[in-house]
């Protein structure tokens, strides 16, 4: 109702023009713009192309400032002569000059008549453009599951799925702002990739692989991730709740496996307790299967907690038997909580005393003293 | 002066040894101008010479070079069986070259430790007695040298001759296996190798000093060299039988030995040196061999079948050793201290 008088005082202003004209101003109203397609109907997206055409009735040539107004501001819009863009043109006498008039609708548009004008010089030419729907720019980033839980060493595998709601195609970067150490992966087509194209009001599922850090502590974590272009963009958060797991390594600080111990004596060895898991690793008693007769201390004897990612020092007192041979023992060191254990098989190469070499070397060096004194009591006789 | 030493010269010409005093006696007119030569190491040189060129050490030496050949021979077409049946990691190939045998041949140390103590007989059972049969001691003594000389000079000639001998057979066999096999001893072996033939030297000079003792203790060479050759006879053959035969009326029939038992029973047939040096070539020639007495269970709870280091091997079989050793300057010491004290004079 609103626009009724508008579009009848657009119809009697093109009257009055006409009758202007007609009543012998033809004088100062020698230039005419004419097109086809005075009214066009368009959805929001869509361009139209107008060929407009400008004629001189008058003898002279006719120089014609050109100029559209009515146009909103987001629209955008060329006028071309040809090839190229003109502000201006000239129009000889009792003849036309076609122009190009190339208009974008853009997405973002309320339903509704929009008019703007065609100014040539003196001349007028209105232009109706109907958008005949309410324009739509709307992404849509979304998935049915976007909570998932696991250990921390599964992969979790979100599917998801991206409608372009616009009335055009769209290509979107895929971006990730996942926390430090995440890795996130978006299979647009099974395939790894970073952008998408989806044509207008399409859909495609996006299959989205997250992986935990290495040493992921237990916890919930968010992990957005998005769709973007210049256009339109959409968001859309996903979870993942890390649940505890116990996992540790026992080993030594360089890795070594062996060490060397003398029968009947002490050896100490350092042991690291490793947490690989992601939750808090407590009260890890330490324990050895040794050879009979041998005693394994260890300092502490019980770790009170050990962190995901860290780890802690432990000394072991192997202590070999007295009577053990020579040669090489295998003693398992385990590391164990209820839940978890680790075990290293620690190779100890068992030395024998040398006290009783020494004796050995004395009772020879006796022996051989008593020669001598024979040497020098009875020598030089 | 000169005409004295002229007239010495003359005098002991006839006998093996004098020579060798009389040319000390030529240097020693010499030795303001030349330096002084020790007297002691023309006499073993004297010897040394006398050993080489006498009949019976080259019987012995061509019996032993035969059997160690033989031996060799025997383990290098039983090598490649033995390595293959052995363990793919045995690193110790090359000592299989001085244990293998078919069966059949025992291997070289087994009649070393046979064919050692009659070379170590043959070359002393007559050292000093012969000197007096013949009659030559009191010429030697009489020159102006240290009475001991004679007796340690001889000792140690035969020693040298007898670690030549072994140094020179070991090198023998290592060449011609590495020749024959390809495969080069690794340090650890050679050491090994090294550790067996200073063994042998060490066992077949207890046998010297103790034929050396023997030929002091009885007037007679045949005397001294029987009573040597049964004394051998006895440890070798005649003691284990002994000890078995004692054990078996002591441990009634059908009952087993208590782990002390075994130990006691091994004690009491260390005591032969022949034990002492199949201990010895058994634990240096086998690196996998941890202990040398029965072991307990407890004892084998989580050891792992590997190799001894040499140095471990050979603080295993140092006792052994060490009795050896002591062994052989015990007798050069009552050797020594008998000949000292033997009057010369009622002999001459």
């Not at chain 2, 050692?116 to 000093?128: K, M, Q, V, Y």
Request: proline share 4%.
């Amino acid at each position: 109702m609103k626009k009724k008088p508008f579009f009848i005082k657009v119809l009697m202003f093109s009257a009055l023009m006409f009758m202007l004209g007609v009543l012998g101003l033809k004088a100062a109203n020698q230039v005419e713009i004419y097109t086809s397609n005075t009214k066009v109907s368009l959805s929001p997206g869509e361009t139209v192309t107008y060929n407009l055409e400008v004629f001189n009735h008058g003898a002279e040539v006719q120089f014609c400032d050109l100029a559209i107004s009515g146009i909103p501001r987001s629209w955008s819009y060329s006028l071309k002569s040809g090839s190229y863009d003109v502000k201006q043109i000239a129009v000889k006498a009792n003849s036309n000059q076609a122009l190009k008039l190339k208009l974008n609708v853009p997405l973002k548009v309320n339903k509704g008549n929009y008019t703007l004008y065609v100014k040539a010089g003196e001349a007028k030419l209105p232009l109706v453009i109907n958008v005949s729907k309410q324009g739509n720019f709307k992404t849509e980033f979304s998935s049915k599951q976007k909570n998932m839980q696991g250990h921390s060493k599964s992969d979790f595998s979100f599917n998801t799925s991206i409608v372009n709601a616009t009335g055009d195609d769209q290509t979107y970067s895929l971006m990730s702002n996942a926390p430090r150490g995440w890795t996130v992966v978006f299979k647009p087509n099974h395939k790894q990739a970073t952008s998408v194209e989806i044509e207008a009001n399409g859909k495609k599922d996006v299959v989205i692989d997250v992986t935990p850090p290495h040493n992921v502590k237990e916890g919930t974590y968010k992990i957005p991730v998005s769709a973007v272009n210049k256009n339109t963009s959409s968001e859309l958060d996903l979870e993942v709740v890390i649940t505890g797991t116990y996992e540790m390594e026992l080993t030594t600080p360089q890795g070594l496996a062996s060490t060397k111990i003398a029968a009947g004596g002490k050896q100490m060895v350092e042991f690291v307790v490793k947490n690989t898991g992601s939750a808090d690793l407590k009260n890890v008693k330490l324990d050895a299967s040794k050879p009979k007769g041998w005693q394994v201390r260890f300092e502490p004897k019980e770790i009170e907690s050990i962190p995901p990612g860290e780890y802690s020092k432990v000394d072991a007192i192997i202590e070999a038997s007295d009577n053990s041979v020579a040669g090489d023992y295998i003693t398992n060191i385990t590391a164990k909580i209820p839940e978890v254990s680790s075990k290293m098989s620690m190779r100890v190469a068992v030395k024998t005393s040398l006290l009783w070499a020494w004796m050995g070397v004395f009772i020879i060096i006796l022996s051989l003293g008593g020669v001598i004194l024979l040497f020098v009591k009875f020598g030089r006789r | 002066m000169k005409f004295t030493i002229n007239t010495l010269k003359e005098e002991i010409i006839m006998s093996h040894n004098s020579q060798a005093i009389s040319t000390f006696m030529g240097s020693s007119v010499l030795s303001h101008s030349k330096g002084e030569v020790n007297p002691f190491w023309i006499i073993v040189k004297k010897e040394i010479a006398d050993h080489i060129r006498s009949w019976r050490f080259g019987i012995l030496v061509i019996i032993i070079g035969l059997t160690c050949l033989g031996s060799l021979y025997v383990s290098l077409q039983n090598i490649a069986d033995a390595l293959q049946k052995s363990k793919v990691d045995d690193a110790f190939a090359f000592l299989k070259l001085y244990t293998v045998s078919d069966g059949k041949m025992p291997p070289y140390f087994v009649f070393l430790s046979f064919l050692g103590p009659l070379l170590g007989i043959s070359l002393g059972f007559d050292a000093i007695n012969s000197e007096y049969s013949r009659g030559t001691i009191s010429r030697i003594l009489s020159q102006p040298i240290p009475r001991d000389f004679l007796i340690t000079a001889k000792f140690t000639a035969s020693l040298i001759i007898i670690s030549m001998m072994f140094l020179l057979l070991s090198f023998l066999v290592m060449g011609i296996g590495i020749i024959s096999i390809g495969i080069a001893p690794t340090v650890e072996e050679f050491t090994r190798v090294l550790l067996f033939t200073i063994a042998s030297i060490v066992y077949v000079s207890f046998w010297l000093s103790l034929s050396i003792l023997l030929s002091i203790k009885f007037e007679q060479a045949s005397t001294s060299a029987l009573s040597g050759i049964s004394i051998w006879l006895f440890f070798t053959v005649f003691y284990s039988i002994l000890v078995n035969v004692v054990f078996s009326i002591i441990i009634p029939a059908g009952r087993k030995l208590s782990i002390s038992g075994i130990q006691t029973k091994l004690a009491i047939l260390r005591i032969t040196p022949n034990q002492l040096f199949t201990d010895i070539t058994n634990v240096l020639l086998s690196p996998q061999v941890r202990s040398l007495g029965p072991l307990s269970m407890e004892q084998m709870e989580g050891a792992i079948p590997t190799p001894l280091p040499v140095f471990q091997s050979l603080l295993l079989v140092w006792p052994q050793f060490v009795g050896l050793i002591a062994g052989t300057i015990l007798c050069f010491f009552f050797s020594y201290l008998l000949f000292m004290r033997k009057d010369v004079k009622t002999l001459m």
